[in-house]
């Protein structure tokens, strides 16, 4: 089945620039999707198709792709960026069968 | 507003089957491009999606469950049912319903989720 690669984790001191990588076979055939996810929270979701950033996300959050990677990049952290961030995207089979990767956890020092 | 709440038993027993209902406003699942789809979270662990029921009735599964999962849809309420047969205790976990919007053949991400309802299969 297809997967999707993250590092567990991610650390970066306020005001710094993280960037959480997510590798698959099907970029850049297909779009990356990024969300957010705090602790006993849904998920939010942060960009889409690569570098789209949705109404209300700040512009320090923004996508980039490079052959088969996939670039979230958070500038100038904030305390309140510390979370989990997961990629999804889909195969290339030609039917939606979406997949999520393994998560990041940013921690914010 | 667009909101979605998820709802269905905290606890089943294995071999049982799960049968969660996610209510929606704000949107239609009738309107050209509306989706909604069904995520699964294991405590601690990473987001898995499960299947996607689309505005035109097309339905979508994960294929590692496939035989497991069957989505539909109650236009008339705004509900979307989703069940999953044969249960185990690896299949505890928090489900989540979100709907998402197909423009031109493209997914716009899930843009909005339910809280999420925690499910516990033990005996």
């Known amino acids: 089945s297809y997967e999707l690669t993250q590092a567990p984790s991610v650390s970066v001191s306020p005001g710094q620039t993280a960037r959480i990588t997510c590798s698959g076979d099907?970029?850049?055939?297909?779009?990356a999707y990024w969300y957010q996810q705090k602790p006993g929270q849904a998920p939010v979701l942060v960009i889409y198709?690569?570098?789209e950033r949705p109404s209300g996300i700040p512009e320090r959050f923004s996508g980039s792709s490079s052959g088969t990677t996939v670039t979230l990049t958070i500038s100038g952290v904030q305390a309140e960026d510390e979370a989990d961030y997961y990629c999804?995207?889909?195969?290339?089979?030609?039917?939606?069968?979406?997949?999520f990767g393994g998560g990041t956890k940013l921690t914010v020092l | 507003q667009v909101t979605l709440r998820e709802s269905g038993p905290a606890l089943v027993k294995p071999t049982q089957t799960l049968t969660l209902t996610c209510t929606f406003s704000?949107?239609?699942?009738?309107?050209?491009?509306?989706?909604v789809s069904w995520i699964r979270q294991p405590p601690g662990k990473a987001l898995e999606w499960l299947a996607r029921?689309?505005?035109?009735?097309?339905?979508y599964y994960n294929t590692s469950l496939k035989t497991r999962l069957t989505i539909s849809t109650d236009t008339s309420k705004n509900q979307v049912v989703l069940t999953m047969t044969n249960m185990d205790p690896v299949d505890t976990a928090t489900y989540y319903c979100?709907?998402?919007?197909?423009?031109?053949?493209?997914?716009?991400?899930?843009?909005?989720w339910g809280q999420g309802t925690l499910v516990t299969v033990s005996s």
């Open positions: 099907a970029f850049p055939k297909q779009y």
């Open positions: 979100a709907r998402t919007t197909i423009r031109a053949g493209t997914s716009s991400g899930m843009d909005y």
């Open positions: 999804q995207s889909a195969d290339i089979s030609g039917t939606p069968n979406w997949v």
């Open positions: 704000g949107f239609s699942l009738s309107t050209t491009g509306m989706c």
């Open positions: 198709k690569d570098n």
């Open positions: 029921i689309d505005w035109d009735n097309d339905k």
